[in-house]
């Protein structure tokens, strides 16, 4: 299960928590907020996977930290190819413990922005998985995304009825202890929350803007 401290991945996970020795992956990268990997590790522990592996890409960098790097239609938090990176790790992790599954928490709304989060890109990443691996061969090893025809307002739904701990997540840009509530990530949330009709349990903060 790739887990980052966002509401998708959470979701994602408490919907495959049920099944046995899911493993979670969550990666550390130039700029994240420690507040992701902290809501990660609290994700991770309350859903009660068999194992958290974080691995350490300290070189691996968003666009806003690459200079003169502004590629034409991203946001400033796009990473290179970054599915490729973290897929070919989970795969990797996937080998290694005999899992059948690698799921990561895509919504509809991400291919409308991203290529690497296209059917075609993970259908060919699937097979050059099983082309690379005798092991994931053998095993059919299926990329999974199951919430790949929610927009997010629909996840957060979702969410909500799965029980998914939204006060332990993480959606701002910003390396802060709080949600700034004024980047893209936060300004999102809150949108989405109001659209979904759901309570978000940490807009009570949003008195605390932060500059």
């Known amino acids: 299960m790739l887990l980052s401290g966002g509401i998708d991945s959470a979701t994602a996970l408490f919907l495959t928590k049920k099944a ?5 992956l969550t ?23 068999l194992e958290h592996r974080i691995v350490r890409l300290p070189d691996l960098r968003e666009a806003a930290d690459i200079p003169g790097f502004r590629p034409a239609g991203l946001p400033l938090t796009y990473i ?18 005999g899992a059948a599954y690698i799921v990561g928490g895509h919504n509809r709304d991400d291919t409308k922005v991203f290529a690497d ?5 993970f259908s060919a990443l699937q097979r050059a998985f099983w082309r690379g691996s005798r092991v994931l061969r053998r095993n059919r090893l ?9 927009n997010k307002p ?10 998914v701990p939204f006060e332990l997540t ?13 980047c893209d990530g936060c300004l999102t949330r809150e949108r989405c929350f109001r659209e979904a009709g759901i309570v978000d349990p940490l807009a009570g903060s949003k008195s605390e803007k932060i500059t």
């Open 20 to 24: 046995q020795g899911v493993r979670a």
């Open 27 to 49: 990666f550390e990268y130039m700029g994240i907020a420690r507040s992701e990997l902290t809501a990660a590790k609290g994700i991770a522990s309350r859903a009660g996977v």
């Open 80 to 97: 290179p190819l970054r599915n490729s990176i973290f897929y070919a790790f989970a795969a990797s992790f996937a080998e290694e413990a």
């Open 117 to 121: 989060v296209s059917p075609e890109f």
């Open 142 to 150: 299926a990329i999974a995304r199951p919430l790949k025809h929610l």
């Open 154 to 163: 629909a996840v957060i739904r979702l969410a909500a009825s799965l029980g």
């Open 170 to 182: 993480w959606s701002c840009h910003q390396d802060l202890e709080k949600h700034c509530w004024r």
